[in-house]
Nanobody, 115 residues
Framework: QVQLVESGGGLVQAGGSLSLSCVAS????????TGWYRQAPGKERELVAS??????ITYADFVKGRFTISRANARKTLLEMNSLISEDTAVYYC??????????WGQGTQVTVSS
């Protein structure tokens, strides 16, 4: 099993920046992919960015050039968010994929961008 804890959310003005952190514990060496997802009120949860154990990175089109996902170490995955817009307001979740297991989720962290 894997446990995930997100931190770093908050309130920021449009055009500002925030950094999110996801710390994993448990069976971290079998994580195939770690992703950041977000869910705005009344909307489906959607992928923001992901990084595989081999370092392959994927971004949603709506964050390309503004957000950067990286791995600080084996346990910590970061999401650097720049040029934030009001549409980025959502709860941001960290998700971890392990072969043969449903996706593990963190508890989420709120990001609010004021215009």
């Amino acid at each position: 099993q894997v446990q995930l804890v997100e931190s770093g959310g908050g309130l920021v003005q449009a055009g500002g920046s925030l950094s999110l952190s996801c710390v994993a514990s448990g069976d971290i060496w079998n994580i195939d992919r770690t992703g950041w997802y977000r869910q705005a009120p009344g909307k489906e949860r959607e992928l923001v960015a992901s990084i595989t154990s081999g370092g392959r990175i994927t971004y949603a089109d709506f964050v390309k050039g503004r957000f950067t996902i990286s791995r600080a170490n084996a346990r910590k995955t970061l999401l650097e968010m720049n040029s934030l817009i009001s549409e980025d307001t959502a709860v941001y979740y960290c998700g971890a994929d392990l072969t043969g297991h449903p996706r593990y989720w963190g508890q989420g962290t709120q990001v609010t961008v004021s215009s």
